[in-house]
């Protein structure tokens, strides 16, 4: 199968962790397309960790799902998604046992990507937990990535290693179409912007065909749930989701879509940042202002290294620019566009027509240099064109 774009859905963990069950599922689903998010284009649901059983079946050596969570088994579950138009994602691990501590697939690859075929899955997350240590990653997922393709189904290959061992040199090749890049994510700004400050040198490792993961995203769940801290505003998640956009990253809620606001979800299906994420060239954003600015306390310094005010642009198809303006800081910041950074040069003419995704507003012709003043977690994000 080829995913050429970064996929989008909603995966379990943030908010339910281990108190996942078959109404969660099938009311998230519902969720998932009465709110219009299927519309939007997320249309993958997936259920992480803490699905099973604690051993395996004794005579078939299969997974089974945990028969008081599932009654009905799993195809049931998946059945139900299907029905809805979505499609459905499982969970399983190349360690021994899952980071929770239930069956991993570790020996058991071929059987367990028949029995996630069985179950109807679309989708499978791999995490990398109690993996034996003579086995480098490399082979492990190598390994799912040849079950998943005996299996007889189209089942999108989602890995979970964390960014360890250098992974984003080796995973393309074991066939996963997106890879955990980073550490897991919690609902604080602090944790958001560590995961997209480690990630500015990764970046173009990801294209099409394997795209960067950096986390489920925690819109929306105001520190309820279950990956801890105290939460996040809406400024902040704001921010989140332009990252992750331009960021060209798959788009995995992990907040509780049964009980989102009107916001939230005006957020997360805002059609221009959708637009930027989906973009089918994929590029890389580059950072253009490593220039000198002000520390918080008015001191000059020479780029902030993990935090101050950054200005990303990414190219996209139809001659489109992205540029978001982002603070990090904890203070009003000004994020500067120099155009000469971005390969737009003052002797060139051309300038930049601009208009805001948030609030549709144009800024006309801006040309050679031009800033945003931003309060604390705050961004302005804008489609471009080129013009004189
Ligand atoms: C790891 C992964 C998380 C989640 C948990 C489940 O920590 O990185 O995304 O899947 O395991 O136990």
């Not at 899955?121 to 079950?147: E, I, S, T, V, W």
């Not at 060209?248 to 299906?269: C, H, N, Q, W, Y």
Request: hydrophobic share 35%.
């Amino acid at each position: 199968m080829i995913v050429n774009k970064p996929p989008m859905g909603f995966n379990t963990w943030n908010t339910f962790g281990e108190n996942i069950n078959e109404s969660v599922i099938k009311e998230t689903a519902d969720a998932m397309v009465d709110t219009g998010l299927l519309d939007a284009g997320y249309k993958y649901l997936v259920i992480d960790d803490c699905w099973s059983e604690r051993e395996r079946d004794s005579v078939t050596g299969k997974i089974i799902p945990d028969h008081i969570k599932f009654p009905n088994g799993m195809k049931s579950v998946s059945d139900y998604v299907h029905s809805k138009g979505l499609l459905f994602g499982m969970y399983s691990c190349a360690g021994t046992r899952t980071c929770a501590d239930y069956p991993g697939s570790f020996d058991h690859e071929f059987l367990d990507a028949e029995t996630f075929a069985e179950y109807g899955a679309d989708f499978l997350k791999y995490d990398y937990c109690y993996r034996p240590a003579h086995h480098h990653g490399d082979l492990l997922y190598r390994r799912m990535g040849m079950a998943l393709k005996a299996c007889g189904r189209d089942i999108l290959f989602s890995a979970c290693n964390w960014g360890c061992d250098d992974v984003e040199k080796w995973i393309r090749s074991t066939g996963t179409h997106m890879y955990r890049s980073t550490g897991d994510i919690n609902d604080s700004f602090p944790s958001m912007r560590d995961i997209l400050f480690s990630q500015i040198d990764k970046l173009a490792y990801s294209a099409p065909g394997c795209f960067n993961d950096i986390d489920m995203l925690t819109i929306g769940m105001y520190g309820k749930g279950n990956v801890g801290s105290a939460g996040c505003n809406d400024t902040d998640y704001k921010t989140q989701f332009a990252v992750w956009c331009i960021y060209s990253a798959p788009l995995m809620l992990g907040g509780d879509i049964r009980t989102f606001s009107k916001e939230t979800l005006a957020l997360v299906t805002n059609k221009k940042l959708i637009r930027i994420n989906q973009d089918e060239e994929a590029r890389p954003a580059f950072i253009t202002n490593s220039r000198i600015e002000k520390d918080c306390n008015g001191e000059m310094k020479y780029t902030v290294e993990k935090g101050g005010a950054k200005t990303f642009v990414k190219l996209l198809s139809d001659n489109e620019i992205a540029v978001l303006f982002a603070n990090f800081d904890e203070c009003e910041r000004k994020a500067e566009l120099y155009f000469e950074d971005a390969g737009i040069p003052f002797a060139s003419g051309y300038g930049l027509v601009m208009e805001n995704v948030f609030t549709g507003e144009s800024l006309g012709v801006k040309k050679d240099y031009m800033s945003r003043s931003l309060a604390p977690h705050d961004c302005e994000c804008y489609i471009c064109k080129l013009a004189k």
